[in-house]
């Protein structure tokens, strides 16, 4: 699907360059979408090969995640589309935002801020169980590519934001559904483990 520039001037892009972005990845720059609170756009930060796979693969995955229907979007922010900006095509995203309106942090953010709290822990348990259910093999899944939404009452809800489909591993999943079982555990494994970095390392103590 592709979004216009401007409603009032579909031709021209619509202009990022003067705004500030709200967050900055190694790959891409993050902008509220000027004309809806509730999306970002996502435009590559350099003109090369990895930015711009990754901007096609985002496309790619999350077109592909439709097919599984509407409860993969439960931890997934879906992508609505493309529009052309003056800082290149941009993907525009469902932006995840906390209960009192403020953009949500992502995971290692949150726990550098709060620790592992039990509510983060619940949260991602949460969030492994319902990968579970979904049978869904991420690729890789860091902290920073997961982002931590505050809801009402001070619990959280995690959604992933990029590396939905495990492209390396994807022809071995496909084998049987046992060998996929032990992939996506192996891939919670891994992911445990990186939160635990990520919080030990808040403690001083890695
Ligand atoms: N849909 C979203 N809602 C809220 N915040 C988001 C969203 N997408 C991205 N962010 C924030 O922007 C940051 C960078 O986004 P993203 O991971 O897409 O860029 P990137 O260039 O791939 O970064 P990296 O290489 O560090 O993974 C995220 O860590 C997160 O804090
Ligand atoms: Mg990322």
Known sequence: MKIS?????PESPLALSGREPFARGTK??????PDDPDLCVKVAVRDDADCLRQQRWDLEDNRRLRARGDSVFDCIPAIEGVVDTDL???????????????ISRNLSQVIREHGLTPSL????????????KERLLTM???????????LDGGDWKLMIIEGWENRRYRWLASLHPLVKDRLIARQLRKFDRRVSCVAEASQGIS
């Open 5 to 9: 520039g401007s409603p009032t001037s």
């Open 121 to 132: 822990v619940r949260a991602i348990d949460a969030l492994k169980r319902w990968l579970r």
């Open 88 to 102: 290149g095509r941009g993907i525009v995203m469902r932006l995840c935002r906390d209960h009192d309106g403020r």
């Open 28 to 33: 891409r720059h993050c902008y509220v979408h």
């Open 140 to 150: 890789d899944t860091a902290p920073y590519n997961v982002v931590a939404v505050r």
